[in-house]
């Protein structure tokens, strides 16, 4: 018999209930998120056959209406957890005002919360330039929004364009600032019709890369735009937010060409009819002109090897002025880069030591210029981080900012 007291067997056993207890937990979460995602796939597969008509251009009748009007739009399966949401095609404008169509989603927490939410509009990074190289046409159209779940988590409805030009027919946007703008902040007027997305006219906007530029357009425009929107915080990753400097970093390397590739096509189709010079070749080669059709077919991730293949060669012979330096597309690049009117909105700025993309220096530049015209900014560079990672690794960064940004009391409610 042992010597030990009667209960002191009973103490050794309780932390093993309690491992037990808690790796169930565990694994009860694990099973839980294994399931909602195998039913995502199962909705995101079963939302494929037919996915080719919604996005078919609308007539040029469909097009009237008011900017961030709803031409169609149908419910998604393939949802993250816990949420709802809907692929949506909506009116916007280019530069100059001519309606356009643009595509994108909304998807908003089952969970409710007092009054109107507040709506996240999302600005992708590159994808590309073709029509299928928009997010909301991808397998998964969620994946590739950096911080979904934190958005959702807080309550965020959410909304995440194609940018014109993508998804449907219509004119090149890639890097032109005011229609990127206009595609962002008529997503957010797409999900304010939408009644079960709950959205309100408090808006918070976030982006990484081309996204980036696209969401310091949309908050520099909104206040004409878009009174009746409450432009409340701002976020950008690595931001393609001045592009004299990031055409400058790369005139001699294979992200210039790959850049250049998707840039001077978009800018000579949008520009070429009215500005005297802004044909392609008075800015490339003619060996970089007949390599275009090829690269611009191919979206950036799943074909980045390629597009590094066909670029490489061109590499010192892409380019047959430098842009930077030369009319009228110095003048373009200026006029596409942000910061040309200040920001009423907190500023929130991460950049990636590492990200040999949109170099620190640059961002630097761009921030300090921010600041110079009374932007209030919060900037973090994050140790490690590459141009493709620092959205994500800035997401405790950022959640830490909308904390605080999310106590000033918002401007006559959210509503």
Same mark, same amino acid.
């Given at each position: 018999?042992?010597?030990?007291?009667?209960?002191?067997?009973?103490?050794?056993?309780?932390?093993?209930?309690?491992?037990?207890?808690?790796?169930?937990?565990?694994?009860?979460?694990?099973?839980?998120?294994?399931?909602?995602?195998?039913?995502?796939?199962?909705?995101?597969?079963?939302?494929?056959?037919?996915?080719?008509?919604?996005?078919?251009?609308?007539?040029?009748?469909?097009?009237?209406?008011?900017?961030?009007?709803?031409?169609?739009?149908?419910?998604?399966?393939?949802?993250?957890?816990?949420?709802?949401?809907?692929?949506?095609?909506?009116?916007?404008?280019?530069?100059?005002?001519?309606?356009?169509?643009?595509?994108?989603?909304?998807?908003?927490?089952?969970?409710?919360?007092?009054?109107?939410?507040? &709506?996240?509009? %999302? =600005? /992708?990074?590159?994808? @590309?330039? #073709?029509?299928?190289? +928009?997010?909301?046409? *991808?397998?998964?159209?969620?994946?590739?929004?950096?911080?979904?779940?934190?958005?959702?988590?807080?309550?965020?409805?959410?909304?995440?364009?194609?940018?014109?030009?993508?998804?449907?027919?219509?004119?090149?946007?890639?890097?032109?600032?005011?229609?990127?703008?206009?595609?962002?902040?008529?997503?957010?007027?797409?999900?304010?019709?939408?009644?079960?997305?709950?959205?309100?006219?408090? &808006?918070?906007? %976030? =982006? /990484?890369?081309?996204? @980036?530029? #696209?969401?310091?357009? +949309?908050?520099?425009? *909104?206040?004409?735009?878009?009174?009746?929107?409450?432009?409340?915080?701002?976020?950008?990753?690595?931001?393609?937010?001045?592009?004299?400097?990031?055409?400058?970093?790369?005139?001699?390397?294979?992200?210039?060409?790959?850049?250049?590739?998707?840039?001077?096509?978009?800018?000579?189709?949008?520009?070429?009819?009215?500005?005297?010079?802004?044909?392609?070749?008075?800015?490339?080669?003619?060996?970089?002109?007949?390599?275009?059709?090829?690269?611009?077919?191919?979206?950036?991730?799943?074909?980045?090897?390629?597009?590094?293949?066909?670029?490489?060669?061109?590499?010192?012979?892409?380019?047959?002025?430098?842009?930077?330096?030369?009319?009228?597309?110095?003048?373009?690049?200026?006029?596409?880069?942000?910061?040309?009117?200040?920001?009423?909105?907190?500023?929130?700025?991460?950049?990636?030591?590492?990200?040999?993309?949109?170099?620190?220096?640059?961002?630097?530049?761009?921030?300090?210029?921010?600041?110079?015209?009374?932007?209030?900014?919060?900037?973090?560079?994050?140790?490690?981080?590459?141009?493709?990672?620092?959205?994500?690794?800035?997401?405790?960064?950022?959640?830490?900012?909308?904390?605080?940004?999310?106590?000033?009391?918002?401007?006559?409610?959210?509503?």
């Amino acid at each position: 018999m042992s010597d030990e007291p009667a209960g002191s067997r009973r103490r050794v056993r309780r932390p093993r209930r309690g491992r037990r207890l808690v790796a169930a937990y565990v694994l009860g979460i694990v099973a839980t998120l294994i399931a909602a995602e195998a039913l995502r796939a199962v909705g995101d597969a079963a939302e494929r056959p037919g996915l080719d008509a919604f996005y078919t251009a609308p007539a040029a009748t469909e097009l009237a209406g008011d900017p961030g009007s709803i031409i169609r739009s149908e419910p998604l399966a393939g949802v993250p957890l816990a949420s709802r949401g809907w692929r949506v095609m909506y009116r916007s404008t280019d530069l100059d005002g001519a309606p356009v169509a643009v595509t994108g989603i909304v998807v908003t927490p089952l969970r409710p919360v007092p009054g109107a939410r507040t &709506v996240l509009a %999302w =600005g /992708h990074p590159t994808t @590309g330039t #073709a029509p299928d190289c +928009a997010p909301s046409r *991808a397998d998964d159209p969620f994946l590739g929004i950096e911080g979904l779940r934190l958005m959702l988590d807080r309550g965020y409805t959410v909304v995440a364009t194609d940018y014109a030009g993508m998804g449907t027919a219509g004119p090149d946007s890639y890097l032109v600032g005011v229609t990127a703008a206009h595609s962002v902040l008529d997503g957010v007027r797409a999900a304010r019709a939408i009644e079960a997305a709950d959205a309100g006219d408090r &808006v918070v906007l %976030w =982006g /990484h890369s081309q996204g @980036g530029q #696209a969401v310091l357009f +949309a908050a520099e425009q *909104a206040a004409a735009y878009a009174p009746e929107l409450e432009i409340a915080a701002v976020a950008a990753a690595a931001p393609a937010a001045d592009l004299t400097a990031l055409m400058g970093s790369h005139l001699d390397d294979v992200s210039g060409v790959t850049i250049g590739s998707y840039a001077f096509p978009a800018y000579a189709s949008v520009y070429g009819p009215t500005v005297p010079g802004a044909e392609l070749d008075d800015v490339l080669t003619p060996a970089a002109i007949a390599r275009l059709p090829e690269m611009n077919r191919l979206c950036l991730l799943p074909n980045l090897d390629r597009l590094h293949e066909l670029g490489a060669p061109l590499i010192g012979d892409f380019f047959a002025h430098d842009p930077t330096a030369t009319e009228p597309w110095a003048q373009l690049l200026e006029e596409n880069s942000a910061g040309r009117a200040a920001i009423a909105a907190p500023l929130f700025i991460a950049q990636g030591a590492d990200d040999a993309l949109v170099l620190p220096a640059d961002t630097a530049g761009f921030v300090a210029r921010e600041r110079a015209l009374g932007v209030d900014v919060t900037e973090t560079t994050v140790p490690g981080a590459t141009h493709s990672t620092i959205a994500y690794l800035a997401l405790p960064a950022l959640d830490a900012w909308l904390d605080r940004v999310d106590r000033i009391e918002p401007r006559g409610g959210a509503g």
